[in-house]
């Protein structure tokens, strides 16, 4: 069964870090393109970070400089370390991974960035 479960949100204030963590089970993830994907109340999704099977990175504007996207082994498909964050980041964070015409979502995690 294919399950992408999505960790290490929370509450930050302004300025800081966290790092998000993709777990994943059921397929062979390291041949599959990761995606973070971002929901703010009352906007659309917005893809802030992907990284090829082959370990190449793109992110949005909003994020560059800020946000770095890296694979892990074992469980863990990917990584979002966020830093410098801006209350404008705050949305549910989702991963994502693509390969073989198909695509997997996890069910989201939080991360509100608040004083």
């Known amino acids: 069964q294919v399950q992408l479960v999505e960790s290490g949100g929370g509450l930050v204030q302004p300025g800081g870090s966290l790092r998000l963590s993709c777990a994943a089970s059921?397929?062979?993830?390291?041949?599959?393109?990761m995606y973070w994907v971002r929901q703010a109340p009352g906007k659309g999704r917005e893809s802030v970070a992907q990284?090829?099977?082959?370990?190449?990175?793109q992110y949005a504007d909003s994020v560059k400089g800020r946000f770095t996207i890296s694979r892990a082994g074992a469980k863990i498909a990917a990584y979002l370390q966020m830093n410098s964050l801006k209350p404008e980041d705050t949305a549910v964070y989702y991963c994502?991974?693509?390969?073989?015409?198909?695509?997997?979502w996890g069910p989201g995690t939080q991360v509100t960035v608040s004083s």
């Open positions: 994502s991974a693509t390969g073989r015409s198909q695509t997997y």
């Open positions: 990284i090829t099977a082959a370990g190449s990175t």
């Open positions: 059921g397929f062979t993830f390291s041949t599959y393109w």
